[in-house]
């Protein structure tokens, strides 16, 4: 069996978990289902991170520590686009949230950039995980493995 490629990492995936199950803690009464799978067409789906009916909430969340680099804001941007996509294909209005691990993944949706204007316009809100400090380092060494 061939190995599995560094990027695949157990430790972000249970890193998201850690930043879903904050979200919900601080915002009460939400309950996320997770890795939501929609149908969006006839033969089409999608998957979000986070979903939610009541109270409407859509989340994509990015375990990731520190800045964005190469084409990663790419992927951000195009998670925003999806939970658009979602709530003009399901014809109602969701709280829609991109869920980060720390204030420098954040910073570039934030902060005078074309990306932040637009996820304001759209009314894409961002939400900074409280991650353990074990999980922060965890991730961070998942992070160094990957660019190898």
């Not at 009464?29 to 998957?47: A, D, Q």
């Not at 993944?105 to 759209?122: G, I, Y």
């Amino acid at each position: 069996m061939k190995d599995k490629h560094p990027s695949l990492s157990n430790i972000q995936i249970s890193a998201q978990e850690e930043m879903l199950q904050d979200f919900e803690r601080r915002n009460r009464g939400v309950k996320l289902e997770r890795e939501k799978v929609l149908p969006v067409g006839v033969r089409s789906t999608i998957r979000v991170d986070g979903y939610s009916v009541r109270p409407a909430v859509v989340c994509e969340v990015w375990a990731h520590v520190g800045a964005p680099r190469g084409s990663q804001p790419s992927k951000i941007m195009e998670d925003a686009l999806k939970m658009l996509f979602l709530e003009k294909h399901e014809r109602r209005t969701f709280r829609k949230v991109l869920i980060f691990a720390d204030a420098k993944s954040s910073a570039k949706f934030e902060n005078r950039t074309w990306m932040a204007a637009c996820l304001q316009k759209f009314d894409i809100k961002i939400f900074i995980a409280e991650l353990l400090p074990e999980t922060l380092t965890a991730i961070l060494e998942a992070q160094q493995r990957q660019r190898r």
